[in-house]
């Protein structure tokens, strides 16, 4: 069982940062991949960036790659999200989550892949 809750979600003006951050507890963070997903109103909750259970493979959207950087700290059993120069389209809940699978080589990028969810945190941007 894996217990997720995100914080660092805000209202910037395009152009300025953010960083996200999920701290998990439960026995099973540390052989997990995490991933951040967002859901704007009215669309789909799509993948955002994902890093292995090592921290040593990431993968990102192609619209947050160059801009977003996602990292983990293990002994802190937290995730976090590194947003700059954000632009009003990254306005959406940002959400944390858990692979289903244990030590999974590669970043799982599908919805169905991760089974534990945090609630999820605003993130606004201004134009």
């Known amino acids: 069982q894996v217990q997720l809750v995100e914080s660092g979600g805000g209202l910037v003006q395009a152009g300025g940062s953010l960083r996200l951050s999920c701290a998990a507890s439960?026995?099973?963070?540390?052989?997990?991949?995490m991933g951040w997903f967002r859901q704007a109103p009215g669309k789909e909750r799509d993948f955002v960036a994902g890093?292995?259970?090592?921290?040593?493979?990431?993968y990102y959207a192609d619209s947050v790659k160059g801009r977003f950087t996602i990292s983990r700290d293990n002994a802190r059993s937290t995730v976090y999200l590194q947003m700059n120069n954000l632009k009003p389209e990254d306005t959406a809940v940002y959400y944390c989550?858990?692979?289903?699978?244990?030590?999974?080589?590669?970043?799982?990028?599908?919805?169905?892949?991760?089974?534990?969810w945090g609630q999820g945190t605003q993130v606004t941007v201004s134009s």
């Open positions: 989550a858990a692979d289903r699978s244990p030590l999974r080589r590669t970043v799982a990028t599908g919805r169905d892949q991760y089974n534990y």
């Open positions: 439960g026995r099973t963070f540390s052989t997990s991949s």
């Open positions: 890093v292995n259970w090592s921290g040593g493979s990431t």
